[in-house]
């Protein structure tokens, strides 16, 4: 075992701090001035005497915030479920089935990676219309469906390849059909990798902006759209617009905080879009 | 139920993402590209007509247009340089085998979590001319004798952008350049310590070479990722102040959605989908990488 | 697991379904009309008015919806909503400045026959003008706007000077009470964030001194002398620091913000910021603020307000037309204005109304508005209104913050508003 300098210690330490600091200020800045009354805030007091919970509630009623927290956990679940099936089945055809264009296939996954939405933004715009789905949940569902099915694809396919090949020829031997060795076998093994990918999926449809502006401006507004909404008349009520952060932001880390290993493990071994 | 065949029940699997694919993803590319051949705009009604490369000779034409390229390549290439310089530094930090290692891991989850739009709105308010911290903090410790409205002046306001961008992902990058480095065996690093290496020269010499994959492979998913940069900009500037801050993304949207200018702003598109396959094509060898990746196993 | 998740599907999927596209409305007997308004600042108002209007109509109500905030915003998502035929619109506020949009675009319903003469002559000319595209009437205007100077009555009274009727007078005037106060007071400040604000506060520089922008015979006059020479006096405005350092992200709140909290002298802003300025518990200057017309620079005969104002348009795929239209003209009505007047400090689009007792009682500068209506300047009425404003606002501020002189400017104005839908 390498023995390791106290210097280095001493700097990792400072580092750390630092980092720490770094990447928890907004945080702390925004979560303090949620509970501040306004002339505290325009006074830039730190620390002032009294505190409130007016923003917090302010933040329910100014704008329906309840509406957008469940239309984006709507939207996200769905979508994310609807990926999760869909891929998982195109994975196991590109990992475990003898077709044939496997190659342009994930060509075109990647491509849809890596293409940037403005380029189908207005002809997505013109479909999710003409079929009446605009402002309503199925359309923004159908279209993160489309790009979160890239990370699900991504993620399971070599997740799968750990699969030896070796379980599921025992069971054709016994004469199961590759559906049967899809559901019976497959399956359960899939659970921990579904999982894993299933928070960056939910986690990316929670977070989309573009799509959800052009396709809900009006109705079935998500957060992400319906946070903008706050500013009144060019005037940002600060105060309520940390509080609706806050609580858009908080469930938000307390699943990172639980979920830590997983989230860090698939980052790490799929690395995909942010 | 019939018995379909290993490969018959393989198309059926892929069936529903193949459609998926084709429906929302190809055609709308090919639309796009078609519509960017014709004058097609909101105030003329639902006739097109056919004016074949004339969208595209307007944008070279177009001030504007330049301006938003040339903001969002410089973006880009900020953005991502910083966070890669950064992300290795995080990165060889978070490599040591100290204790506390794992919280910092956890830390630098959060920023990456979060909304954009979230993380946006947390730095205008930070950078407020009147009641922002950032102000205050620097007019008391001295460095500054009045305050900078920073979201009003071009040179600021792309460096508040700039600085959002990198505070929200450069954490993210560094986990990615962490994976590469957990892959580097510790004996490659002991036998050059003992050919005499030091710390600097084993680190460009063994550490950055082994790394080339997994930063050319984040280098390239950052590049495309800040190309499209919007959110963050809505949530900051609005593009402002005057066209100081638009990105190509956004004068597209605005061609689009505000001027009602289909045809000019599918041209504008298209170029964005050009510019990213040149991007891309710097990169072949990720992409060859990363589709062996999916094809290693498979049957 | 995943067999859950397939279960658990299979019930989400008529489940959304359901709830897809518009939504479901009231019980078959009543009509529910869909109203898109401003945002919940007015609400106090408007409820009082919907209730109004449910006492002389009780199978009809009315539900609000609320739109974004920022016109360009409101703009985009109406646009985008009605373009797909939806229904669930029934009618929603419009500024002044859309009517040939949605008009051209073929996505609002005409309203000559529902709004005859008669109706029509009680409004002022100018608002009704605003509603017409190519000869027809399309909206049923229900507010007026138009742009003035807000002064601190106290500040003036106390130095010993008078009302500024050019922009030389009001700098000077703001300099000199700048000192005898002390310093820390800047002289002027308006919306002139990249937006319809900035447009309109541009407009109205270039027409108080006789310049203009897009001449009765619609030709492109923006790059002229008289342009260029009030865009240099602003501009040195603000490098002098005249107008505050951030004023060029200045939405029409901040604006409001800096003179209520007692750091300026002189604010150009829309007549409703008197009501708010008159609230202690948000504006420190509360009984201070006087309302005058705007000033007007070296070459200019008089100071010139741009015309604002909000019209109701009727959507054209709506179901419940002759419902929605009762509630349109309930909400122009006189009742209606008047208590927007008196609670809200609107500019009513009535006439009566400007000599009405009860609103000269509370704000006796009403009197001035009709003729600073009557030379108000309107903003040009093209499809092609929000690219053009969207070229006059990047331009101007590009002069403001130097990055090309005031000449530069107006002369790229002009080349690219010649190439607007071409």
Redesign the interface.
């Known amino acids: 075992m ?1 023995v ?1 300098r106290k210097s ?2 001493f700097s ?2 400072l ?2 701090v630092f ?2 600091v ?3 200020f ?2 702390f ?2 979560l303090l ?1 949620s509970f501040k009354y306004e002339r505290d ?4 007091t730190w620390f002032p005497s009294a505190y409130t919970l007016e923003n917090y509630y302010k933040a329910f009623t ?2 329906p915030l309840h509406e957008y927290l469940g239309n984006s956990f ?1 939207i996200a679940t ?1 979508s994310t ?2 990926a ?7 994975s ?8 044939k264009g ?2 342009p ?6 491509s ?1 990676s ?12 013109t ?1 999710i ?1 003409s079929l ?8 923004l ?3 993160n ?2 790009f979160t ?1 890239t990370i699900v ?2 993620f399971l ?2 997740y ?3 699969i030896p ?1 070796e379980i599921e020829e025992a069971a054709e031997i016994d004469g199961a ?3 049967q060795c ?2 019976k076998i497959i ?2 093994l ?2 921990p990798g ?1 999982f894993t990918v299933g928070i960056l999926a939910f ?1 990316q449809a ?2 989309e ?2 799509f959800a502006l ?1 396709l809900n ?3 079935i507004k998500t ?2 759209v319906g ?3 706050y ?6 009520p ?1 105060g309520t ?2 509080a609706a ?1 806050a609580i ?2 908080v469930p ?2 307390t ?3 639980l979920l ?1 290993k997983r ?2 493990g698939g ?3 799929g ?4 | 139920m019939k018995t379909l065949s290993r490969k018959q029940f393989g198309y059926l699997c892929l069936t529903p993402t193949i459609l998926i694919f084709a429906i929302f993803g190809v055609y709308p590319v090919l639309r796009t590209i078609l519509i960017s051949m014709f004058r097609f705009r909101l105030q003329t009604g639902p006739t097109k007509t056919f004016i074949g490369l004339e969208n595209y000779i307007r944008m070279f034409s177009d001030t504007r247009f330049f301006g938003a390229l040339l903001f969002t390549l410089g973006f880009t290439i900020l953005t991502v340089g910083c966070e890669v310089v950064l992300g290795l530094l995080f990165a060889q930090m978070m490599n040591l085998p100290i204790k506390g290692q794992g919280v910092l891991r956890v830390v630098v989850l959060i920023p990456w979590a979060i909304p954009t739009m979230v993380s946006g709105f947390m730095w205008k308010f930070m950078v407020h001319d009147q009641y922002g911290v950032f102000n205050q903090i620097l007019m008391s410790t001295g460095l500054l004798d009045s305050f900078i409205p920073w979201l009003s002046q071009d040179g600021t306001a792309r460096f508040i952008l700039i600085l959002s961008d990198i505070w929200k992902t450069a954490p993210y990058v560094s986990l990615l350049i962490l994976a590469g480095l957990q892959t580097i065996p510790a004996s490659l690093m002991e036998a050059a310590e003992i050919d005499g290496a030091n710390a600097l020269k084993r680190y460009f010499l063994i550490t950055l070479p082994l790394l080339k994959p997994v930063l050319a492979t984040a280098i390239l998913f950052r590049i495309i990722s800040s190309f499209k940069v919007f959110t963050v900009i809505v949530a900051l500037t609005n593009g402002g102040p005057g066209y100081a801050t638009e990105s190509l993304t956004m004068y597209t949207m605005r061609t689009y959605f505000d001027a009602g200018n289909y045809g000019y702003g599918s041209a504008l598109a298209t170029f964005t989908l050009l510019l990213t396959c040149v991007i891309a094509l710097f990169f072949t060898d990720v992409i060859k990488n990363k589709i062996d990746a999916g094809r290693r196993g498979t049957r | 697991m995943k067999q859950r998740n397939l279960i658990c599907l299979f019930l989400l999927v008529p489940a959304f379904l359901f709830s897809a596209g518009t939504q479901e409305t009231g019980k078959s007997k009543e009509v529910v009309l869909n109203w898109y308004s401003h945002a919940s600042s007015l609400g106090a108002t408007e409820q009082t008015i919907i209730e109004a209007f449910n006492e002389q109509n009780p199978d009809i109500t009315v539900k609000v919806i609320e739109l974004p905030e920022a016109t360009n915003d409101k703009l985009q998502a109406l646009l985008i909503a009605l373009q797909s035929g939806d229904s669930s619109i029934d009618f929603f506020n419009a500024d002044v400045t859309w009517t040939a949009t949605f008009a051209s675009a073929g996505l609002i319903e005409q309203l000559d026959s529902y709004m005859l003469e008669s109706e029509r002559k009680e409004f002022l000319p100018g608002t009704i003008e605003a509603a017409r595209y190519q000869g027809k009437l399309w909206g049923i205007p229900f507010r007026t706007d138009a742009g003035v100077l807000y002064y601190r009555s106290d500040l003036l009274e106390k130095h010993g000077k008078p009302v500024p009727k050019t922009y030389e007078e009001l700098f000077a005037i703001a300099a000199q009470i700048n000192e005898a106060e002390g310093g820390g007071l800047y002289a002027l400040v308006g919306s002139l964030a990249n937006g319809e604000g900035m447009t309109c506060n541009a407009v109205e520089w270039f027409y108080s001194n006789n310049g203009e922008v897009i001449g009765s015979d619609g030709s492109i006059r923006i790059n002229s002398p008289q342009n260029v020479e009030i865009l240099s006096i602003m501009v040195d405005a603000y490098k002098n620091r005249l107008m505050p350092e951030g004023v060029l992200s200045y939405g029409s709140g901040d604006a409001r913000a800096s003179m209520f909290q007692g750091k300026q002298v002189f604010m150009r802003a829309w007549p409703k910021a008197y009501a708010m300025g008159q609230d202690a518990t948000k504006s420190q200057v509360a009984g201070k603020l006087g309302v005058a017309p705007l000033p007007k620079g070296p070459q200019g005969t008089a100071g010139k307000s741009v015309v604002g104002g909000w019209q109701l348009f009727l959507n054209k795929n709506s179901k419940q037309k002759d419902a929605a239209i009762k509630f349109m003209k309930f909400y122009a009505s006189e009742y209606a204005q008047k208590l927007h007047a008196l609670n809200d400090s609107y500019l009513p689009a009535r006439r009566s109304l400007y000599a009405d007792a009860d609103i000269l009682a509370k704000y006796p500068y009403y009197s001035q508005f009709p003729s600073i209506l009557e030379s108000a300047v309107a903003r040009p009425q093209s499809p092609y209104y929000a690219e053009i404003s969207a070229i006059l606002s990047a331009e101007v501020q590009n002069a403001m913050k130097q990055s090309k002189s005031p000449s530069q400017a107006l002369a790229d104005a002009q080349k690219a508003m010649m190439n607007v839908g071409k």
């Open positions: 390498k390791i280095t210690i990792f330490y580092f750390a980092f720490i770094l990447i928890g907004p945080f800045w925004q001035n805030i325009f006074s830039l100014v704008r709507i769905v479920l609807f999760l099936v869909i891929g998982s089945l195109s196991y055809a590109i990992g475990k089935t003898p077709i496997k190659t296939i994930l060509l075109v996954v990647l849809i890596l293409l940037p939405p403005i380029v189908i933004i207005n002809p997505i715009y479909i219309r009446g789905l605009l402002n309503s949940y199925t359309g569902i159908l279209v469906i489309l099915l694809i991504w396919t070599p799968l390849s750990s090949v059909s590759p559906a899809f559901m399956i359960p899939l659970g579904v986690i929670w977070n902006y573009l052009v401006p009006i109705t957060v992400t946070l903008k909404m500013e009144a008349d060019n005037y940002m600060w617009i940390m952060s858009i932001v938000l880390i699943l990172v905080l830590q989230i860090i980052l790490m071994t690395g995909m879009k942010e």
